[in-house]
């Protein structure tokens, strides 16, 4: 035990050691002696009120960075900086600037530090950030319930007649939840990817989306095989809605954008092309369960669990958020989803061996390829 | 969550501004009117809703000052050569250095004497000129005389670029009278120009030559009771790329944003001005000089005792062009008045300044 312990000790004592020699002798002083220090600057909240702009901004510098002077629209403009002062690498800071914005023009914001460095950001289109007013909540409610809850609650009506379909139906419906879900795998990926792109690069990137991703399949996986059995029936359902929630999270923080940034011009019709985009959805949530008889309010339940965290999703993203933290949400759906194809996939091939038909069929295939191009076909409605 | 913010946003704002209006009044407060009575100009700072640069330049750091620069005529060493003419003899040195150009805003700068623009070389007409050139920067330097001078003299590779660490004596005779600008002739000339190294380069006519405009002359001549009438200053048009992508970040006179700004020129408005304007601004075709409320005369490139534009109000300059204006505020109330690039985005960088007219 003792001696174990030592082995352990003893390499971290030596990556200590290293790590100090090799600072104190900064073998590297040749290669970095006169060049300015790298900077990097990542604004990563912009708010636009009665008072001017604001950003928050995040630093990652080789030294503190200063930012000394702002410009906006190729003019100098006094500002304030809460905290003011240097910003060491990962420090955050609110920048505001008493600037008469206009409304529904673009607008260019240039951050000067003091090695003369510029960080731009182009606001392309000018609109006052939504306050958080009742009426405001209320609109976010309304249109979070028509892209999440009642797609799904809609979908979910063809229950019925996927019982009355036979082992045939059954099947082919869990083909096309695998399908639909492929595609929203693809589409978390994707907008996480987008995200991660945006977040500052001390975040690392991509690896804010992929690591969480593989964690949370490794770990939904972990949780839903605890009793060594495949997950089947509510379980299952459960577990798609679970996926499915935080995939229209995603898609609400990309609505709420929209609306606080004023790219969303087509309002009602993109609401609407939402509501039939994610009608799939309710089909793939109810379509584990029609071996079972579950009661009605396990379908509110799972309708909640999928659809409300749209209404989420459009609050926060429309007061501006933090792009890091909506890549690794991203992350952490796709996981949840792959892990729900992962299970969907097994209980079809279980149910279709059972039922002496094989899975590998034309029933599949045409399952997972409607669901594909369901999905895929109704995205053309809601190019945010 | 959000009316909070907002609440202490508009406060800092509000803070923040009174604590500048506050600054620039400790500071320039012995120049300035009694803060009971604020002047239109303070209105740099608030008046332009807050369109401005943010704090102080440390000029003292700098090693110069905006508004020193605007009088401060280099004579150089004068003797008399035994042919009775005077002799000027300057020694120059260019160097590497860090500048403020804005407040906190740092620029790696390359100049002559250590400030930018470099030093005022002011002479007469016919007077020799001697410069000792040495060159104390990373790279090689030069000096190229707006004058009339031999090729030996030019200043360019292969005749007077000087290699770091060497030295060159630059000497030729002080003509055409008139507004001149000496600066690094070495290449890449761009760099070389905008990091810094230029400077004035004025001779005054001598009326002896021009009796036909004597009384002209006179009144440039530096030394001349009648030239002690007159409030001269130089202005010199330049512009930084902190970020070297080839566009100015920062325009000014006289190289700091805003300077006249927040240091108003102080203007007797019973004696006449006479503004020595020289553009050096890299990068930009052309910058210009527009003047608030008045009308004045131009003399382009100063070498006529007649103006070449009479009662304009604003004009422009290629790189390296000058000129001398001429104007008086004597029948003007007191006041600001403003003058500035007449490109609008160059006054919103920096070249915007205010002349404070006192009776």
Known sequence: MNRALLWILLPLALIVAVAVAFLATDPLKPFTGTGPPVEQLTIERTILDEHGIGMRVRAAGSAPMNIVQVQVDGAYWNFAQNPEGALDSMDTAWLTIPYPWVAGEAHHVAFLTNTGAVFERTIEVATATPDSSAERINLYVLIGLFVGVVPIA???????????????????????????????????????????????????????????????????????????????????????????????????????????????????????????????????????????????????????LAGLPAIVGIWIGSFAFSAHWAALAMGIGAGAILQVIVEVGAYLIRKSEASDRGWANVTTFAGVTIGILAMYLTAFLVQV | MKSLWNNAVSRRIVLTSGALIGAAQAVYGSRSEPAAAPTPGHGGHGGHDGM???????????????????????????????????????????????????????????????????????????????????????????????????????????????????????????????????????????????????????????????????????????????????????????????NFDEENEVYAVNTVAHAFMKRPILIDRKRPVRVYLINITEFDPINSFHLHGNFFDYYDHGTTLTPTLKTVDTIMQCQAQRGILEFTFAKHEPGMYMFHAHQSEFPELGWMSMFEVRA
């Open chain 1, 154 to 304: 809609l979908g979910m009506l063809f229950y019925p007649a996927l019982r009355a379909g036979g082992a045939n139906a059954f099947q082919f419906a869990l083909a096309l939840t695998i399908g639909l879900l492929a595609f929203l795998l693809i589409d978390t990926f994707e907008e996480g990817l987008e995200f991660a792109s945006e977040a500052s690069p001390q975040f690392q990137g991509s690896a804010l989306v992929w690591l969480p991703a593989a964690l949370t399949f490794a770990a939904l996986m972990m949780v839903s095989r605890r009793n060594k059995e495949a997950l089947s029936g509510v379980a299952l359902a459960t577990s798609i809605a679970f996926g499915i929630g935080i995939h229209n999270l995603g898609e609400g923080l990309a609505i709420g954008a929209a609306f606080a940034t004023g790219a969303a011009a087509l309002g009602s019709f993109l609401v609407i092309g939402f509501t039939l985009h994610n009608i799939t959805e309710g089909i793939g949530i109810a379509a584990p369960m029609v071996a079972e008889r579950p009661r009605l309010r396990v379908f509110v339940a799972l309708a909640a």
């Open chain 2, 52 to 242: 401005i640069t943010r704090g102080e330049v440390d000029h003292a750091r700098n090693g110069f000052d905006p508004y020193a620069m605007l009088t401060d005529w280099d004579g150089g060493k004068v003797s008399k050569l035994p042919d009775g003419r005077t002799l000027r003899e300057y020694d120059i040195i260019a160097e590497d250095k860090e500048i403020e150009i804005a407040p906190g805003l740092m620029f790696p700068a390359w100049t002559y004497n250590g400030r930018v623009p470099g030093p005022t070389i002011r002479a007469t007409e016919g007077d020799r000129l001697r410069i000792r050139f040495v060159n104390g920067g990373s790279h090689p330097h030069s000096m190229h005389f707006h004058g009339i001078h031999a090729a030996r003299m030019d200043g360019i590779p292969g005749a007077g670029n000087v290699l770091p660490g060497g030295e060159f004596t630059y000497e030729f005779d002080a003509i055409p009278f008139g507004c001149h600008l000496y600066h690094c002739h070495s290449v890449p000339l761009k760099r070389h120009i905008h990091k810094g190294l230029y400077g004035a380069f004025i001779i005054d006519p001598d009326p002896a030559l021009h009796p036909a405009d004597s009384a002209a002359a006179s009144s440039r001549l530096l030394g001349s009771p009648q030239n002690a009438e007159w409030q001269e200053m130089v202005l010199v048009m330049n512009a930084f790329d902190t």
